[in-house]
Structures are given as structure tokens and as C-alpha cells.
């Protein structure tokens, strides 16, 4: 970096007053994949939630949540599924990009969320329940037939094998419901 100066926090352009900018709270999504020796069948585990759940109570959804400040996204995706499972898988792959525009707060802030959508395999098929709610191996036949949060039925199908990057933007609808579209 000879000659020039060194990138500064302060230099990211989020403390600009006087303008409102788009921010995002980044979080991670994550399904593992797993051949069931008994049905020769491969299966994902995801995450029913919790009865008592805020979010999503006795839907089923892929592992994942909040990116802490002080971790970087991958090492984020694997703490999670560590946290919900208790599995350490030997590797990830980013599958997509989620912008989530949920709209305005009541202070004219427009908040949104940025999912980084991973897969991955897993060998041990041993897992344990959570407060977050019960990770279950599914058959990926089955998944369709399961009452999931919503954006999983068109997600999964995308993002499951490998190929180019999926870039989403859900945006919201006068209704407040979300619309969601794919690239």
C-alpha cells in the first residue's frame, strides 16, 4: 500500500447526515444435505419451528440467522448450524443473494435484510433440538408437501443444485405480503 492511505472505518459512508440511506441486517440461510443409509434416498435437514416462536412458529425453514459484527458471513453460516444442530459440516457453498426490502418503519427508516444462501453436506446425522425448535431430516421428495415458510418453495428448487449465483429481491406489496423475484 505504498503511497497510499489505508481504507478507515469512518471512510464507508454510513454516517453521513442529513441522508437517509438503505441499510441492511445481514443473515445467513443454510441447508445440508445427507444420503439416509435405510431409504437410499438424499434428504435436507431443516428447522420446524418452535410452538412458541415468534417468527415462523411450526413451519419448517433451513438452518441460519443474524451475522455478528465481529464474524464474516461463512464463519457466520457455520456458527449457526453448529448452534441449531450441533453439526460442524466440512464445507459450504454460497448458492444465493437475498435482498429483502421490508419496507419502511414508522420513522420513514427503511430497514432491509441480506440473506446469504448456503448448502452443504453433512455425513453425521445425529442433530438436537433447540429453543429455535426441532431440526428434522426430510426426504427432498417430500419437502413440497410440508407447510414451510413461504419463500422456501420457490428458494429450494433454485438454489439446490450448483450453478450460477441466484440473486433475489423480495419486495413488499400493499397487502404486506412480500413479492419475490429471481435472477
Known amino acids: 500500500m505504498q503511497g497510499s ?7 464507508q459512508g454510513t454516517r453521513e447526515t442529513g441522508r437517509r440511506r438503505y441499510q441492511t441486517i445481514p443473515r445467513t440461510l443454510i441447508f445440508l444435505t445427507s444420503r439416509n443409509s435405510q431409504t437410499d434416498g438424499q434428504e435436507v435437514l431443516l428447522l420446524k419451528g418452535a410452538p412458541n416462536k415468534r417468527l415462523w412458529a411450526n413451519r419448517y425453514n433451513g438452518l441460519g440467522g443474524h451475522v455478528e459484527a465481529d464474524e464474516d458471513i461463512y464463519n457466520a ?3 449457526e448450524v453448529g448452534e441449531e444442530t450441533g453439526l460442524t459440516p466440512a464445507s459450504l457453498a454460497l448458492r444465493a443473494i437475498i435482498n429483502i426490502d421490508t419496507g419502511s418503519d414508522e420513522n420513514g427508516h427503511r430497514p432491509g435484510v441480506l440473506v446469504f444462501v448456503f448448502w452443504g453436506e453433512s455425513a453425521n446425522r445425529q442433530i ?3 429453543h429455535e425448535g426441532t431440526p428434522e431430516w426430510i426426504p427432498l421428495d417430500a419437502i413440497a408437501s410440508l407447510p414451510l415458510v413461504d419463500d422456501l418453495y420457490e428458494l429450494i428448487p433454485r438454489t439446490r443444485t450448483p450453478g450460477p ?4 429481491h423480495y419486495s ?3 397487502n404486506g ?3 419475490y423475484t429471481f435472477r
Open 128 to 130: 438436537q433440538a433447540t
Open 165 to 168: 449465483l441466484v440473486f433475489g
Open 172 to 174: 413488499p406489496q400493499p
Open 77 to 79: 453460516a457455520l456458527r
Open 177 to 179: 405480503t412480500l413479492r
Open 5 to 11: 492511505k489505508a481504507m478507515q472505518a469512518t471512510d
